[in-house]
């Protein structure tokens, strides 16, 4: 069983900045990919952000140079700093991962989904 835990959302004011936070644990053999979706009311769910394994990311349009998506190996975590945040970045955002399970099935996992939203 694998399990993703995200934190960090909350409320700001537009021009401020979030970090948020997508824990992976439980039975882990290798993390293949893990990303940033978000759904706002009314809209289909989209792909913010993604970092791969090796390392390469991709984001929304529109979102480059206001987020940025990293990791820490060590920790199964994925990070999403937003900067510079619009009121159009309201959503919920879930974590996303590929992940192989140590009984080697790779599946999708999403996250529970946490809150942003952006004042203007």
């Known amino acids: 069983q694998v399990q993703l835990v995200e934190s960090g959302g909350g409320s700001v004011q537009a021009g401020g900045s979030l970090r948020l936070s997508c824990a992976a644990s439980?039975?882990?053999?290798?993390?293949?990919?893990m990303g940033w979706y978000r759904q706002a009311p009314g809209k289909q769910r989209e792909l913010v952000a993604r970092?791969?394994?090796?390392?390469?990311?991709t984001y929304a349009d529109s979102v480059k140079g206001r987020f940025t998506i990293s990791r820490d190996n060590a920790k199964n975590t994925v990070y999403l700093q937003m900067n510079s945040l619009e009121p159009e970045d309201t959503a919920v955002y879930y974590c996303?991962?590929?992940?192989?399970?140590?009984?080697?099935?790779?599946?999708?996992?999403w996250g529970q989904g946490t809150q942003v939203t952006v004042s203007s």
């Open positions: 996303n991962g590929a992940i192989t399970s140590t009984a080697r099935a790779t599946s999708v996992y």
């Open positions: 439980g039975s882990l053999f290798r993390i293949n990919a």
């Open positions: 970092i791969i394994s090796g390392g390469s990311t």
